[in-house]
């Protein structure tokens, strides 16, 4: 990939010339065993299973990693579904149309014109890999729609446990060739650092070279030691734990992302966060991962109403509750404003209770859990933070900025979603691109583009946030960066982010070090790391585009049509360069 082409005709705050300088490393103890692979892949999320089951016929020997158990990725969370133009009324071109709309301009077209015109025949060759969607009385899958699609183009297994049903087929694929020599899987590793070789004339880091991962009690190998590679496939999620509430595992601490980020590789679109629009809101002291009511539920029907009753979205958008997803979270948060409520309802009641069970089990049985009946209760909902829609950027083929590293599914920005997720695009995007990637990789190993490598120490320093923080920097995050966002909140947020110890294993306090290296501080300090970037890139954006809003820059702003990249200099220090998309 070249390097980022600088745009000159957009002025970044002052701000911007004092951006944090972080760590290029994890205080971590040197590897104790070490692996020799042709690759590894983290995460077993749809993206990471993909990659590592169509690397496994590819390359000699695939490392798969993963930080719980291989059916703990953020995948078996998700409910809506998988979207794809499968009937024959519908079109690639349609679902290319709505993505676009979504991503408020800044998508790439080459990359959405991938998505829609491969994502049909990945979402059946996930029907031939054991993955069982509903379907309709002539046998074939049912479709269903949700906000921001003009076509029925949703496919769902098992109501709304789509996600489960994916992940229950994928991993029973990797489950039948465990004991094949060819591939290895580690379960309960965190993988720390990405390994890169000697830097460039430019002083940048050199090709990658394999991980550092820690393995926490439970996998085949113990303690931290290092996977040596021809190349290293990132599918290790969202940044959810980066905010006090969220929708994702507590698994989703931003670890790819932080890593890719220290050894040298261009993050985009960090500041485009999807906070969901209709999460189960259990008062204001409640945190972690909160319970999700799917954009589905609308998209049958299901509508909003405000606390005093009445439905304000046909007066906010032409779609009403199935416009965009930061279209109808920032109504409901001005909703919630006006009112002076802390939560607004949903309103599924007149769907009929028979449907509502079968179609939404999952949710209905959830929402019982807290004494609410989907079927004759409103629903209490608000904003929550949901999806990451930026990352480690790529091109089309999964390749990063440093040779070797590949990126797909939440932790990439391969450019499909732009300033905004389009309902049930992700677990196509990781699908479609994670295939790409696996054959890219084939490729280039059997060429000998990509070969093992000696890895070197990066210059820069090395950091450990104590896990006591972490608390702190969620609530900087959620305050700073979170649904409606302004320079003096983000100011705020950036000076407390830079307050915050991250040298915690050289740091005494009567007598005893505020922390040592483990799983816990190098989490918060992946969820620093991600914040600090987060908070950095939102304020540098003056304008309000898809999941970011500012409320002292409420309009898009044509100059603003492209992309932020953000990377490390030789120093660590924060750079932030205007790109063209694509």
Not at 124 to 149: C, K, N, Y
Not at 249 to 278: C, K, N, S
Not at 452 to 479: C, F, N
Not at 557 to 579: F, N, Q
Request: proline share 6%; net charge negative; hydrophobic share 45%.
């Amino acid at each position: 990939m070249t390097a980022p082409v600088t745009t000159p005709s957009v002025p970044l705050p002052d701000d911007v010339t004092t951006a944090p300088v972080l760590a290029t490393r994890l205080a971590a103890p040197a590897p104790g065993w070490t692996v020799e692979v042709d690759a590894v892949v983290v995460g077993s999320g749809i993206a990471g299973l993909t990659a590592a089951l169509e690397l496994r016929t590819r390359v000699p020997r695939v490392l798969l990693v993963t930080k719980d158990l291989l059916a703990s990725g953020s995948t078996v969370w998700a409910q809506g579904g998988i979207a794809a133009a499968l009937d024959p009324e519908d079109s690639p071109e349609a679902h290319l149309a709505d993505t676009l709309v979504a991503g408020g301009g800044l998508c790439d077209p080459r990359a959405v014109e991938v998505l829609v015109t491969e994502g049909p025949a990945r979402v059946r060759e996930l029907v031939a890999r054991g993955a069982v969607f509903d379907t309709a009385p002539d046998g074939q899958i049912s479709l269903t729609r949700e906000g921001g699609h003009h076509a029925d183009r949703i496919a769902h297994a098992g109501g709304d446990a789509t996600g489960a049903e994916i992940s229950r087929a994928l991993v029973a694929q990797i489950e039948a060739v465990r004991d094949d020599p060819g591939i290895e899987v580690i379960e309960h590793a965190l993988v720390l650092d990405v390994l890169t070789g000697p830097a460039g004339p430019d002083g940048r880091p050199g090709a990658v070279c394999g991980v550092t991962l820690h393995v926490i009690g439970e996998g085949q190998r113990d303690g931290v030691g290092a996977a040596l590679s021809k190349a290293v496939v990132f599918a290790t999620g969202g940044i959810g734990q980066v905010f006090r509430s969220s929708t994702n595992p507590p698994l989703a601490t931003g670890d790819g992302i932080a890593a890719a980020l220290r050894a040298g590789a261009v993050l985009g679109d960090v500041e485009f966060v999807q906070f969901h629009p209709t999460v189960l809101w259990l008062g204001s002291g409640v945190k972690g991962q909160l319970t999700l009511v799917s954009e589905a539920v609308r998209g049958e029907g299901a509508l909003l109403v405000d606390t005093d009753g009445v439905r304000f979205m046909p007066d906010v958008h032409p779609m009403a509750e199935l416009a965009p997803r930061d279209v109808v979270a920032h109504a409901i948060v001005r909703q919630m404003a006006a009112t002076g409520s802390d939560h607004v309802w949903l309103d599924a009641r007149h769907l009929g209770a028979d449907f509502l069970r079968r179609r939404f089990p999952t949710i209905n049985e959830r929402l019982l859990e807290h004494g609410i009946d989907l079927t004759t209760d409103l629903v209490p909902v608000a904003p929550a933070q949901h999806y990451h829609s930026g990352g480690v950027v790529t091109d089309l083929v999964g390749r990063t900025s440093l040779r070797g590293l590949y990126a797909t599914g939440e932790v990439a920005c391969t450019g499909v979603h732009g300033a905004n997720r389009l309902a049930s695009n992700s677990l196509l995007e990781g699908l479609v691109f994670a295939h790409r990637a696996a054959r890219h990789i084939a490729d280039q190993v059997a060429s000998g583009v990509l070969r093992h490598a000696d890895p070197v120490t990066r210059p820069g320093s090395e950091a450990l946030v104590a896990a006591a923080a972490r608390s702190r920097v969620q609530r900087l995050a959620t305050d700073g960066p979170g649904v409606l966002r302004s320079a003096d909140g983000l100011r705020r947020a950036a000076a407390g982010l830079a307050l915050v110890p991250t040298d915690a294993h050289t740091r005494h306090d009567d007598g005893r070090l505020l922390a040592v290296p483990q799983v816990a501080e190098w989490e918060t300090t992946n969820v620093h790391q991600v914040a600090s970037v987060l908070t950095a890139t939102a304020l540098a954006r003056e304008e309000s585009r898809g999941g970011h809003a500012r409320s002292d820059f409420p309009e898009p702003d044509e100059r603003w049509r492209l992309r932020l990249a953000a990377r490390l200099d030789g120093d660590g220090r924060l750079e932030l360069t205007p790109t063209p998309i694509g």
